[in-house]
């Protein structure tokens, strides 16, 4: 696939002195500022309270892809980002993204007392270096993290209502302040877009990793950014300015009643749009308030972003791209399914190994004790509640185990 994707002309990075900052940070690491650009409004997004939101009612959750081939520099965008703007306040920043029930454990612990999950931590950055494995991983039966992605993004409550009380995790909308970059290699990005999932594109700000502006002998790296954490309110409705408003309220009326119908892929446009906007408004200095000039920025990030989508899609029309993608779409699931196994494999040897323990030990066991069972290799990597059920529910040969409090007991096979 063609790795030239469009980009930000020159003169946008020098509309204000904070973009000079990110293109010359970009330059700094030869990658695309684009990308160190679309990780950065991650990273403001991350930053702010959950309370501060658009006068729409929307929130600022964010969601970026970064698209480029191995090797041009996907992972070092994401460093260079962190590296100009260091400090976002909270300390899940950069984690890895897994399940819906996984981003749910980043923000509420288990039910207590009173019968609800409490807040341990109000925002969190989630940063995907491949996105062939978010992919993989949205693609397993059940799974819902490409549900959960959405939700978040429109800051909507989200969990897993119906598991079990130890397992219940419930993220109530607006406790939280969600933000993800994923870098995507142009055959997955693709597949995103064409694929099975193509109801979630909508939501990411596309940005390729490639620019012919890059030099040869970089610039030295500038002074980080500093962001008003500890000045901002906890709670806040940013402006929009009425003109603004007032366009968006009109395109809304157009689509609401049929007179206009937009491309799937443009449905949240202006709402996208928004976020940016306010985005750039925060890492300005400006407030968050979404002013004509933020506005216009916003829409050039934006459209720069549909462009990168609309070469993406444009490399998928020919007969031999349609058998790669589906080639692509064949080894997402076959590698789905080996993992479905592995892990179902390492699910069992560990609910087996907590029966084993519990059954020598001739009395309940806690479940730190059931955890001390479980190899490291294995507690790394497996959801110990979800094991638990499975040596409750399911068990082994061997036996099962039983709920009796805060102990598990050991109660021989039939």
Not at 256 to 277: N, P, Q, S
Not at 280 to 299: H, Y
Not at 394 to 400: A, F, I, L, Q
Request: charged share 25%; with cysteine.
């Amino acid at each position: 696939m063609n790795a030239v994707f469009p980009h930000l002309p020159s003169a946008f990075y020098t509309s204000s002195d904070v973009l000079i900052r990110v293109r010359k940070a970009a330059y700094a690491r030869q990658v695309s500022p684009d990308a160190v650009l679309a990780v950065i409004l991650c990273r403001v997004a991350a930053s702010l309270p959950p309370g501060i939101v658009l006068s729409n009612g929307g929130t600022l959750d964010f969601v970026a892809a970064l698209v480029g081939s191995p090797g041009t520099g996907k992972s070092k965008a994401m460093k260079a980002a962190t590296d100009l703007l260091p400090d976002v306040g909270t300390t899940y920043d950069g984690v890895p993204i897994g399940s819906g029930e996984g981003i749910a454990t980043a923000y509420v612990g288990k039910v207590d007392d009173t019968g609800t999950n409490p807040l341990r931590n109000s925002s969190a950055l989630f940063y995907v270096d491949e996105g062939e494995q978010l992919l993989k991983v949205g693609r397993r039966d059940g799974s819902t993290t490409f549900a959960t992605i959405r939700s978040c993004w429109s800051g909507q409550a989200f969990g897993s209502l119906n598991a079990s009380t130890d397992r219940r995790r419930v993220v109530k909308a607006g406790t939280y302040r969600f933000a993800l970059a994923v870098g995507f290699q142009p055959t997955f990005a693709a597949e995103l877009l064409t694929g099975q999932d193509a109801g979630d594109p909508q939501r990411y700000l596309f940005a390729g990793v490639t620019n012919p502006d890059i030099p040869s002998v970089p610039p030295p790296f500038p002074d980080p950014l500093r962001l008003p954490l500890t000045a901002l309110p906890l709670s806040e409705v940013v402006d929009v300015d009425a003109d603004i408003a007032a366009g968006i309220a009109r395109r809304r009326a157009e689509v609401a009643t049929g007179r206009t119908v937009l491309d799937a892929l443009d449905t949240h446009r202006d709402y996208l749009t928004l976020k940016v906007a306010a985005l750039l408004s925060f890492l300005d200095g400006e407030g968050g308030d979404v002013t004509p000039q933020s506005w216009n920025l916003a829409n050039e990030v934006v459209e720069n972003g549909r462009n990168v989508r609309t070469h993406l899609i444009s490399l998928t029309q020919s007969a031999d791209n349609d058998r790669f993608l589906q080639g692509v779409e064949r080894k997402l699931q076959e590698e789905s399914m080996r993992e479905e196994r592995r892990d179902s494999r390492m699910r069992l040897s560990a609910a087996g190994s907590m029966i084993r323990r519990t059954k020598r030990n001739g009395r309940p066991v806690t479940k730190s004790i059931l955890m001390t069972a479980v190899s490291g290799k294995h507690r790394n990597v497996l959801d110990i509640d979800d094991v638990i059920d499975f040596a409750c529910e399911v068990g082994t040969e061997d036996g099962r185990l039983k709920r009796e409090g805060d102990y598990f007991a050991f109660v021989p096979a039939d």
